[in-house]
């Protein structure tokens, strides 16, 4: 496994290594661990292997939980430019505003990050197939890279997330499930799910990929801003000052609160590399209705108070419980004992909107502009003087998708808020929604063949257009053991395998009562023989050449059996 980096866990302080499969310290089962890398020796060989790298998230993978970079899942994630706000500048009086603009980004907001590196971590893992909740951007950037990698993935959505990233979110073929409750409700009811299904789930802030892509932000910003305004001139020529340059100070809005921590993490490994000389404060904004870290950090706690309904029509900050996620933004800010978190109206988020996008251009979203208004009340409270270097992370702008494009039924319906959900009889409330969305009657078909890549392309085929449960058999012994025990509807069977071929396996199917109906697609490499179609006639419903097949055969083909 990698042994670039190791985790160490934050419960018990035992060293594992990482396996993305198991997220769970070996140890005490707890879940929040942190990677750790060779910084001393990375102190030196960054900056020389660093020039000759393109500018993305990739560039610094020697800090990143991937084992091998895969060019294949690439969609260009980070490198975003850093972009010098002049007339925000001039109305704040504040020269050095810069905007980290990940609306540049493959699906447009800072997620992207996130979703490169744990669906390129997943893939390495073998998994091939997760679930997520979402508030809306983190569901659409896994689901292009899902899709890229081809692997299925469930989102659980709030209503409050607007129709049109629910309906980018379905283009790409993930399954939307819409939870009419708080984000808070989804999480836990995907994580249920999850749990029923034996499926990955996603786990935020304590997922050491996410919170690990979110320290190329801060990477990046370094090396954008020595770029742009030169190294920290040293102030004693004796002493060496760092090669980079970090901010004075780093803004960004905060729901869940996994970007700020990742970022403040990413500087804080600069700064123990010997990159950057400290590191910077930080400003965390959150929307008024739903501000349970402002309301803990006013009072002095490290724990967060939750907020139970949040009130705020910016859905992509609605976590009313951030968790641990606070405690631990909480714990870094007091020992650096500086930063800052506040919150500001839907309303002054609105007109920075509106700033951003008549004085620079910056068409942003919501969730984005709740951090300019963050930044324009810190700087009106002189919290930040005019002399500083603001980084503020433009965290996203959607590009909603046309109404008419889906069609109908691409989504199921959860609604938690009927009267029956009581406070303590909330857990049941929740199973009992959950069941009755009768996920477990999607049809079931077998994928049997000894090559690895045509059933993940056949996998593929057959998710990209319908819901089917999938099972997957790599030679003939366990095809048929897991045919007994699975019961598909639906059987994709390869001629050509060692040991026990197809022609062997479909006899042995033959002679089960309980198999010996199922119906059988035979997929073939080659010509068959007058002999061997002689051998097939009568057993199976439909033959298939490998490498010709067209997608849309394929489905017809199995959508008729399966009628
Ligand atoms: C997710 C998101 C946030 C909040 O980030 P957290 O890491 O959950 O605190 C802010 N803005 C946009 C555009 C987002 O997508
Ligand atoms: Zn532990």
Known sequence: MSSHFITVCQDCGYKSPFLPG????????????????????????????????????WRYRELL????????????????????ANNLGLMLGLPNIYIKDERQGPTASFKDRQAAIMIASLKEAGITEMVCASTGNVAISYSAYAARAGIKLWAFLTSLVPAAKMREVALYGTQVVKITGTYDEAKKLAAEFA???????????????????MKTISFEVAEQLTALLGAVQPYDQKIKSSPWRSPDWYIQSVSGGMG?????????????MGLIDSEPKVGLIQSEGCAPMVHAWRQGK??????????????????????????????????????????????EAFRAMHFLAKMEGLSIEP??????????????????????????????????????????????????????LTEDGQEEGLLAALSSVSIDR?????????????????????????????????????????????RPNLILLDLMMPDMDGFQVMDALQLIKETQDIPIIVI????????????????????????????????????????
Not at 26 to 44: F, H, Q, S, T, V
Not at 261 to 270: A, H
Request: charge should be neutral; aromatic fraction near 6%.
């Open 22 to 57: 198991s997220p769970a310290c070996p140890k005490c089962g707890g879940l929040w661990r942190e990677a750790i890398y060779d910084y001393a020796n990375l102190a030196y060989s960054l900056p020389i292997v660093l020039p000759g790298r393109p500018f993305d998230i």
């Open 65 to 84: 939980p991937v084992r091998e970079p895969n060019p294949d899942l690439s969609l260009g994630e980070g490198g975003s430019p850093l972009i010098h």
């Open 195 to 213: 749990k029923q299904r034996n499926l990955f789930l996603d786990l935020g802030a304590r997922s050491i990929p996410c919170l690990e892509s």
């Open 260 to 272: 700020p921590l990742g970022v403040m993490k990413g500087f804080k490994e600069l700064h123990l």
């Open 302 to 347: 490290d724990t967060a108070i939750p907020v139970k309904s949040p009130h705020t029509l910016i859905a992509t900050l609605a976590t009313g419980d951030p968790g641990r996620t606070y405690t631990q933004i909480y714990k870094k800010m007091a020992e650096a004992q500086s930063g800052i978190i506040e919150s500001v109206t839907d309303e």
């Open 367 to 420: 969730a984005a502009a709740v951090a300019f208004a963050g930044l324009v009340k810190l700087v009106r409270a002189g919290k930040i003087r005019p002399d500083e270097v603001v980084v503020v992370n433009c965290s996203g702008h959607t590009m909603p998708i046309e109404r008419n494009i889906l069609g109908e039924g691409w989504e199921r319906n959860i609604n938690l808020s009927s009267e029956s």
């Open 442 to 486: 999607f049809p079931r078909i077998a994928i049997v063949d000894d090559e690895p890549n045509v059933r993940t392309l056949i996998r593929r085929i057959l998710q990209s257009q319908g819901n089917y449960q999938i099972f997957e058999a790599s030679n003939g012994k366990n095809a048929i053991e897991m045919i007994i025990r699975d």
């Open 524 to 563: 073939t490499a080659k010509e068959l023989t007058p002999a061997e179609n002689k051998r097939l006639k009568g057993h199976i419903q439909s033959l298939m050449q490998k490498g010709d097949f067209m997608n849309d055969d394929l489905l017809d083909e199995v959508r008729a059996l399966l009628k």
